[in-house]
């Protein structure tokens, strides 16, 4: 019987708070166990100055904490689950979610977006994002820009640009919501695939982590990101694309929303789609191919061909 787990996590401020969190509900369920944390490098960190629809490969933010977990270096992984690609390798499993924050995007700048001058520059590292920036504002200049939070603000506070938009959920995380001009709205910019969820991931068959963890997923959450997860899957689009999707659990009803544009943000697509809680997989299904029936399969072969 274990005494000791080992939680992989990236060495970021952010990543870290995600990973203790996590690290502290263990000892909560059960204070036998020592939690201890790995601080891991992976690629997407290492290539900190390379667009992110230009670093190769997908996952680049997990693949060397899952290479961790399969060569048994770690008991378990915390990701933010928007890094985390459709598929997951071979003998490892997605295990538990924890509730999630606030699934929007924000704006830090030194006005709300629609008091912005024409031609203002706004950084993201997020083609999703910046497709629908364009949709809405036309006007303003997009800056791709990569870093860590604290790195991105200090661009704007420096005035390398007028504005950057993020997660919520980090900002939230970090404890900086002082810095937060505005909260975008849904309707206009729709999150990421599991944007604002904390993922588990761990060795597929460790029934004794299994259990441990298992009074740490939400099920609500669980829910919704399934359905998010199943509607990338079905797309065929990986973590580059500009495909965003957000579940809501209502009652027994999962209300699933969808979008998928153009690299160029010329041309957008919106649809929704519901059904059971009980089958979020099948609501992510049958939106991916009511949206590929309206062209999205064109969107996503224009990303792949770049």
């Not at 000892?27 to 900190?48: A, C, H, M, Q």
Request: charged share 25%.
């Amino acid at each position: 019987m274990k005494t000791k787990i080992v939680v992989g996590s990236r060495g970021s401020q952010l990543a870290l708070i995600q990973a203790e969190s996590v690290a502290a509900k263990i000892r909560e369920i059960n204070p036998r166990f020592e939690v201890s944390l790995s601080k891991i490098v992976t690629k997407g960190d290492r290539e900190r100055h390379t667009r992110l629809d230009e670093v190769a490969g997908i996952g680049v933010f997990v693949k060397e904490l899952e290479e961790a977990l399969i060569g048994n270096s770690i008991d378990l992984a915390v990701h933010s689950l928007k890094d985390m690609p459709a598929q997951i390798p071979h003998g490892l499993c997605l295990l538990a979610v924890a509730e999630r924050f606030d699934p929007r995007d924000v704006l830090v700048a030194k006005s709300r977006l629609d008091a912005l001058a024409p031609g203002s520059r706004i950084g993201t590292g997020s083609l999703r994002r910046a497709v629908q920036l364009t949709q809405y504002r036309p006007d303003l200049k997009v800056c791709s820009i990569r870093g860590n939070i604290d790195t991105r603000l200090r661009k704007v506070s420096y005035g390398e640009v007028d504005g950057v938009i993020l997660a919520a959920a980090a900002i939230v995380r970090l404890g900086w919501e002082d810095k937060i001009s505005e909260y975008l709205p849904l309707e206009r910019f729709l999150p990421a695939v599991g944007q604002g969820v904390l993922a588990i991931e761990a060795r597929l068959g460790d029934e004794e982590i299994a259990r441990l963890i298992s009074p740490i997923n939400h099920l609500p959450t669980w829910r919704s990101v399934t359905a998010e997860r199943a509607f990338l899957s079905a797309l065929g689009g990986g973590c580059r694309a500009p495909i965003a999707a957000l579940g809501t659990v209502d009652g027994d009803i999962l209300k699933l929303k969808g979008m998928v544009a153009e690299a160029s943000g010329r041309k957008i697509l919106h649809s929704s789609e519901e059904g059971s809680v009980k089958s979020p997989e099948e609501v992510g299904v049958r939106l991916a191919q009511k949206m590929l029936g309206m062209g999205a399969s064109d969107f996503i072969a224009e990303v792949r061909a770049r």
